[in-house]
């Protein structure tokens, strides 16, 4: 079973400053995707990034981007100028890919969140 | 387009009753989900759906029945509700196919925080 960890449990940043969210994870697959979910305090779950395993190049959306390193199994999120509405948690998840291999590859393994607080 | 919609938001429950939680999509999403998230825990899959009339457990079922009766629908029903049962919910769904994309993304529903007393 595919495991996700995120290290660090509450982050913080200085409003325009850069800030960087660790992933790692765990899994016997090679072909597989990773996302960030940002959750502010409304609850709604947002897709920030997503990455596919077979790609090299790093995703970048916007002011927000990635480091994927898939021999050290890693995948950073880094989010650049940061402003107050980043403000939220983040979360890393990881999903299975490739030939469909039954309903269950649909599944996302979520870490346990990092709580990132902007000071202004 | 209105996306996945969960109902209630909110609701207060006393141990031992029954309730369902609704969630519709309007997008023709083969594939439909339910999450819990507790505190520190990220979010933990519950049940899923791949068709009108296919359903399998997830990580944590226990608890917890599903039926798929149309494509749009998949509630989620607690027949007999416990305090660690206290949690947000949230329902998710996307197209499905033969070769998983990275394309086929989850969209999520605002979520269902239930408290159990």
């Known amino acids: 079973a595919q495991t996700v960890t995120q290290s660090q449990p509450e982050m913080s940043v200085q409003e325009a400053e850069t800030v960087t969210l660790s992933c790692t994870y765990d899994?016997?697959?090679?072909?597989?995707?990773l996302f960030w979910y940002k959750q502010p305090p409304s609850r709604q779950m947002i897709l920030v990034i997503r990455?596919?395993?077979?790609?090299?190049q790093n995703a970048t959306e916007n002011r927000f981007s990635v480091n994927f390193q898939k021999a050290a199994k890693s995948f950073s999120l880094k989010i650049s100028d940061s402003q107050l509405g980043d403000a939220a948690m983040y979360f890393c998840?990881?999903?299975?890919?490739?030939?469909?291999?039954?309903?269950?590859?649909?599944?996302?393994?979520f870490g346990k969140g990092t709580k990132l607080s902007v000071i202004p | 387009n209105a996306g996945v919609t969960q109902t209630p938001k909110f609701q207060v429950l006393k141990t031992g009753q029954s309730m369902t939680l609704q969630c519709a999509q309007d997008?023709?999403?083969?594939?439909m989900s339910w999450y819990r998230q507790d505190p520190g825990m990220g979010l933990r899959l519950i049940h899923y759906s791949v068709g009108a009339g296919i359903t399998d457990q997830g990580e944590v079922p226990n608890g917890y029945n599903v039926s798929r009766s149309t494509t749009e629908d998949f509630p989620l029903r607690l027949l007999s509700a416990a305090p660690s049962q206290t949690s947000v919910y949230f329902c998710a769904s996307s197209y499905s196919g033969q070769r998983l994309s990275g394309a086929n993304v989850l969209t999520f529903g605002a979520g269902s925080r239930l408290t159990v007393l």
């Open positions: 997008m023709n999403h083969e594939y």
């Open positions: 998840a990881y999903r299975s890919g490739g030939t469909y291999s039954g309903a269950g590859s649909y599944q996302l393994t």
């Open positions: 899994t016997s697959e090679s072909d597989y995707y």
């Open positions: 990455q596919e395993a077979y790609k090299q």
